[in-house]
């Protein structure tokens, strides 16, 4: 048995959480926020057996896309304040970070 932790954005939770219930597999949700970003997160903890994991790793890749988007520029310290501008980088958000650990004992009470 595995537990697989998949972290992905907000904006995919719904669309992943309806293709795992409609899969037949049971998950638990956690919010959470990134560090980079500071944009909220939802972690997923889902219990497969060992022969789930490809087809749920697929079901995660094909509802979790990344995608680019424009955030304004952390401030620098070391530049003169009179001449500082925030300006947007471009950033990659979405997709989803997957963590497959193994389970020794589950137990449903």
Known sequence: MKLIVAIVQDQDRSTLADALLEAGLRTT????????????????????????????????????????????????????????????????IGGAVVFVLPIESYHRF
């Open 29 to 92: 949700q956690l919010k959470s926020t990134g560090s980079f970003l500071r944009a909220g997160n939802i972690t997923f903890l889902i219990g497969v057996e060992d022969n789930q994991v490809t087809p749920t790793l697929q079901l995660i890749e094909e509802n979790c896309k990344s995608r680019e988007q424009y955030i304004a520029s952390p401030a620098s310290y070391d530049v003169n304040l009179e001449i500082t501008t925030a300006f947007p980088v471009e950033v990659e």
